[in-house]
C-alpha cells in the first residue's frame, strides 16, 4: 500500500521562508525529476513524521498530491537537526 502525502506549491523560497514554515508546522521539500523542473512543496510535519516510521516509505514509492496532480516519488535526502532529529528538510525523486 502506497503512502498518500498531500503538498502545496510554495512560492517564497530561503532560509527565512523555510523557518517560518517550520513554526507553522510544515516542512519544506523538493521534487527532482531528470526530465522536469524541479517543484519545491511544503509537507505537513505530522504527517510526514507518521510517513517516516514506516519502513515502506522508504522502500516503496510513495504519492504525493501537489495541487490535484499525483506524482509518484521516492525519499533520497533527509535532512534532520542535530540535537532534537526533527525533520528539516526533504528530498524526493520522481520515479
Do not use: C, W
Amino acid at each position: 500500500m502506497a503512502i498518500t502525502l498531500d503538498a502545496v506549491v510554495r512560492t517564497d523560497l530561503g532560509r527565512g521562508a523555510s523557518r517560518r514554515l517550520r513554526r507553522a508546522g510544515q516542512i519544506p521539500a523538493i521534487i527532482v525529476s531528470k526530465g522536469a523542473q524541479t517543484v519545491s512543496i511544503t509537507l505537513d510535519e505530522k504527517k510526514l513524521i507518521l510517513a517516516a516510521l514506516k519502513d515502506e516509505f522508504y522502500s516503496e514509492p510513495s504519492v504525493i498530491n501537489v495541487n490535484g496532480e499525483a506524482i509518484s516519488v521516492k525519499p533520497t535526502d533527509m535532512q534532520r537537526h542535530p540535537v532534537t532529529s526533527r525533520i528539516i528538510h526533504v528530498d524526493f525523486t520522481r520515479v
